[in-house]
């Protein structure tokens, strides 16, 4: 039996999963957000677009390319993964992100003055490595370009769990992690603009220059989900694909 079969029977047995309204509620908000278009990838591409010229991409956190970087459109790409969870791992550097940035800063790797015209953030779903994604990637990205982010809207507090290994839960084998905590910190902040799509488990951009969205003066000091649950609307700016369109 493999793995999702006993998660498929483990949510179909005589027990509280058929009765809980948390694991019903949670189950369902699970099944809507996979249902969800357009995918990152279409959201990454329209950005791509919008500049109008040979575009310099780069993604942190690949797993299988197939999910993502092979479907970007861009003249030039670059990849950056440990490998931790994609054996085979045919990416352009195998590396975390931090020790990346490191290397690009000491010219080990591409040109120290490279500039970017799209970064995508998807790799440890925890809010201290996100911030720290996040303030290398303003570092490297052009002023009109834009950082990406994936998991910035997790449907509810399983989903964004510290640890990644609990499947057994109404989130199932979805993970988004703390995510949302390290794009939020930068909703605060008034040197950026902000949003996030909502598709695909929430697509959240950050760009220098682009008038996607102000910053946030709404506090949610100790990063409570609940506090982001009863406004996750005005806390993230959620939008739709068809809204940002429109805003570029």
């Known amino acids: 039996m493999n793995r999702f079969s006993k998660l498929k029977n483990y949510y179909n047995w005589g027990g509280r999963f058929l009765t809980d309204s948390y694991h019903l509620e949670s189950k369902k908000l699970n099944e809507l957000e996979m249902a969800k278009r357009?995918?990152?990838?279409?959201?990454?591409?329209?950005?791509?677009?919008?500049?109008?010229?040979?575009?310099?991409?780069l993604e942190i956190g690949v797993r299988n390319p197939a999910d993502n970087f092979n479907r970007i459109q861009a003249s030039t790409k670059y990849s950056v993964d440990p490998g931790l969870e994609f054996k085979e791992n045919p990416v352009d550097f195998?590396?975390?992100?931090?020790?990346?940035?490191?290397?690009?800063?000491?010219?080990?790797?591409?040109?120290?003055?490279?500039?970017?015209?799209?970064?995508?953030?998807?790799?440890?779903?925890?809010?201290?490595?996100?911030?720290?994604?996040?303030?290398?990637?303003?570092?490297f990205i052009k002023e009109d370009g834009f950082i990406v982010l994936h998991d910035c809207n997790p449907p509810t507090e399983s989903h964004a769990r510290e640890e990644h290994k609990y499947e057994i839960s109404p989130a199932m084998q979805n993970w988004n992690g703390t995510t949302w905590k390290g794009f939020m910190k930068w909703r605060n902040n008034a040197s950026i603009q902000s949003c996030t799509i909502d598709t695909d488990w929430g697509v959240g951009i950050i760009s220098k220059t682009k008038m996607?969205?102000?910053?946030?003066?709404?506090?949610?000091?100790?990063?409570?989900?609940?506090?982001?649950?009863?406004?996750?609307?005005?806390?993230?700016?959620?939008?739709?694909?068809?809204?940002?369109?429109?805003l570029l």
Do not use: W
């Open 94 to 139: 195998v590396l975390t992100s931090d020790q990346f940035f490191d290397q690009l800063r000491a010219g080990k790797v591409l040109q120290t003055d490279i500039q970017f015209d799209v970064i995508f953030i998807d790799g440890l779903h925890t809010a201290e490595q996100v911030d720290r994604d996040i303030v290398n990637a303003l570092e």
């Open 212 to 246: 996607i969205g102000n910053h946030t003066e709404l506090v949610n000091e100790f990063y409570e989900f609940s506090v982001l649950n009863n406004r996750r609307k005005e806390f993230l700016n959620l939008i739709t694909f068809e809204e940002l369109k429109n």
């Open 38 to 57: 357009p995918f990152r990838y279409d959201v990454i591409n329209f950005l791509l677009s919008t500049l109008n010229r040979d575009c310099t991409y």
